[in-house]
């Protein structure tokens, strides 16, 4: 305070502030006075000696950057930007997940009334979250991408084997990051999604005592609770992050140390040439990088929240009930493919096979003998990558409920109309439009109800899917041409008499109706009612069977309108 009175007396207020200013700036950029930010926004030449390269060496956050790139490597091609967008994403979910923190408690008692607080009373609550889940969706596609990309261009070669190593650590905790999160809603999808999974460690390949620990350990009592809760809370909110940030900042030394591989023609075979950059091919980070950075996150800033709030909703199923098991419980779809795996190998065998697979990827670079990265020279490597991926995306589809898993009929029909967890068309019906009474599939009930259609609509689709008739359809909106033939004809006596029995994946003759009610205020109760015919005694039984379902007034569930004529 003495020195500034003392230079106000030298210098003048005015000069004796502006100087004071300098002095600011200058230790927050770490040597870049107020002229040297101006002229680095202007694209000016920096004065000597450059005040640019400092921060680089005093700034605790630039240093782990280089001060200046290869012109090669600035381009989209070959880094495709990726490593800073998944840095972004890091930061982004960091800042959503520390205002969720706010409002949540990890308890099983009051976890899922915190979660509709967030949604239905906390200013932007339902934003926040809808951010905060998209971010994590967006991150682990990022962070795939950019191994996909380091693979493709060869750049886990020698002398980067170690600094794969660290993104292939990167990427299982970006998915475990991901994955621990889903547990703390203490809802339907996220209790049996973790159920499911950590039923793996009774499986995995080690003695019984080692497993039953594990499985301790993961639920923190016998059952899942909230012993469970408080500890997938924690993974997620400390040890995962910390790990992450651990590794982040090794991954990013390593970056530095070894330089942004070139583009892989760039290079002799054998060579590795990224430090070595001529001046007259340099990019100094200070501010081409920077200012390019700064675009991409005000891009990806746009699109997280334009997505967030018109594209791409987080809804909240229903409570928890460790009692009643959804039917087609899924894993989250970058982790399906396992599922598909469980879906025809034994469990043992997948759980010990994905640890597995992963150190494999790990030690990879450290046992290839080919010195090349260009493409026409690895042929054989490049086509395995690309069968793999194409394995992964048939696992992916086996991992979906529409693949070797299959209910009653009637029961597959409520589950594709009102699923127990997930969107819908019915549960993205406006709360307004839900009027009460009785309604037949693909009814139409008129303009003033446009969404309430559509789900009608589909629940005929449904139908249509899974029934048959003998002639007589009950659903007098369709023609019985457009029935399926169901009946399995069996030839007696010479030809002349028919042993009729009915397909066990269809609903002979049905007759369904929506029944729509309100029970109270801003809660709807919807139930089909299903009237069959007995498969067995077609004649004179009708089979009655009802599935049930609430819906909230601030559900607020979306689904696409998958009519391109109609709006929804």
């Known amino acids: 305070m003495a020195t500034f009175v003392d230079q106000v007396k030298e210098m003048g207020v005015k000069q004796a502030v502006i100087a004071k200013a300098d002095e600011v700036v200058e230790r927050v950029t770490a040597g870049m006075n107020i002229a040297d930010v101006r002229s680095a926004i202007r694209g000016d030449e920096p ?10 060496a005093d700034s605790f956050w630039l240093h782990i950057r280089p001060s200046f790139y290869h012109t090669e490597v600035t381009h989209i091609y070959p880094t495709f930007r990726m490593g800073w967008m998944s840095t972004f994403m890091f930061v982004w979910e960091t800042i959503t997940g520390i205002i969720l923190m706010v409002f949540y408690t990890p308890s099983p008692l009051i976890a899922y009334s915190n979660m509709w607080n967030i949604l239905s009373n906390v200013p932007l609550g ?54 621990s999160g889903y547990l703390l809603p203490w809802d339907q999808l996220a209790y049996w999604a973790l159920t499911v999974f950590i039923s793996g460690a009774e499986a995995a390949p080690a003695p019984a005592v080692v497993n039953q620990n594990i499985l301790l350990i993961l639920q923190g009592a016998p059952s899942l609770g909230a012993g469970g809760l408080l500890r997938w809370y924690l993974l997620h909110v400390l040890l995962m992050p910390l790990l992450l940030a651990i590794f982040f900042f090794v991954h990013y030394y390593k970056v530095v140390l070894h330089g942004l591989s070139l583009p892989p023609g760039r290079e002799e075979i054998g060579e590795d040439t990224a430090k070595r950059v001529p001046k007259n091919e340099r990019t100094y980070f200070i501010p081409d990088i920077l200012t390019n950075e700064l675009m991409w996150s005000a891009l990806l800033t746009l699109f997280l929240t334009a997505g967030s709030l ?8 229903t409570h928890a009930d460790p009692v009643v098991t959804p039917l087609h419980v899924v894993a989250p779809w970058y982790l399906s493919w396992s599922q598909g795996w469980l879906k025809l190998a034994d469990k043992t065998l997948v759980v010990g096979f994905i640890p597995a697979l992963l150190v494999a990827f790990i030690v990879m670079p450290y046992f290839e003998i080919g010195k090349s990265r260009r493409y026409a020279d690895r042929r054989v490597g490049l086509s395995v990558a690309f069968l793999f991926m194409a394995f992964m995306l048939v696992s992916n589809w086996m991992g979906s409920p529409e693949y070797a898993v299959a209910s009653s009929p009637d029961r597959e029909v409520s589950i594709e109309f009102l699923p127990e967890e997930g969107p819908s068309l019915m ?80 609903m002979p003759d049905p007759y369904i109706v929506l029944e729509i009610k309100e029970v109270q205020p801003g809660l709807m109760r919807l139930t089909l009612n299903y009237e069959v015919l007995e498969p067995d005694n077609p004649n004179e039984f009708r089979a009655k069977t009802y599935w049930t379902s609430y819906l909230h007034a601030d559900s607020n569930y979306k689904e696409e309108c998958r009519y391109a004529n109609k709006k929804c």
Not at 142 to 163: D, E, N, W
Not at 310 to 317: K, N, Y
């Open 47 to 56: 004065r000597r000696p450059n005040p640019r390269l400092r921060p680089h």
């Open 126 to 179: 339902q934003l926040i979250r809808n951010m905060h889940r998209l971010g994590a969706e967006v991150m682990v596609i990022v962070v795939a991408m950019h191994m996909l990309r380091t693979f493709i261009t060869g750049s886990y070669k020698k002398p980067r084997q170690f600094t794969w190593a660290t993104g292939m650590i990167l990427l299982v905790l970006t998915l475990m990051l991901s994955f």
């Open 310 to 317: 018109w594209l791409w909703d987080a809804p909240l199923e």
């Open 427 to 506: 549960k993205a019906v406006p709360y307004d439009e839900l009027i009460q009474g009785s309604f037949l599939p693909g009814q139409n009930l008129g303009a003033n109800y446009p969404h309430l259609n559509e789900a009608l609509a589909e629940l005929q689709e449904a139908v249509l899917r899974h029934s048959c008739t003998m002639g007589n359809p009950r659903i007098t909106t369709i023609p019985a041409d457009e029935w399926k033939e169901c009946r399995v004809q069996t030839l007696a006596d010479g030809g002349k008499q028919y042993n009729l029995a009915f397909k066990k994946d269809v």
